[in-house]
């Protein structure tokens, strides 16, 4: 009886190992996916904040230029 009692606490507890392996696993594998996902969504931010200051930088152009020539 003692013996099938450790027998079981022993397969518990390595049961209960893997599983905290497991979950380190799986926590280590979102921290990653998580991680190139905001590395994407920052390039893509970067990328939206460049053509919005070359349009804005177009317009004031633009603007500077027709002012220039309303001066003249």
């Known amino acids: 009886m003692k013996r099938s009692l450790v027998t079981i ?3 518990l ?4 190992c ?3 392996q ?3 696993k799986d ?3 979102g921290a990653e996916k998580t991680g190139e996902a905001l590395h ?3 390039e893509a931010v970067g990328h939206a904040l460049e ?3 070359e349009a804005v930088g177009g ?3 633009k603007g500077g230029d027709a002012v220039q020539k309303a001066v003249e």
Do not use: D, P
């Open 18 to 20: 893997n599983t905290a």
């Open 59 to 61: 317009a004031l152009k």
């Open 13 to 16: 507890g390595f049961a209960g």
């Open 40 to 42: 994407k969504g920052g």
């Open 9 to 11: 606490l022993l397969a």
């Open 22 to 24: 497991g979950v380190k």
């Open 51 to 53: 053509k919005t200051g």
């Open 27 to 29: 926590v280590a594998i």
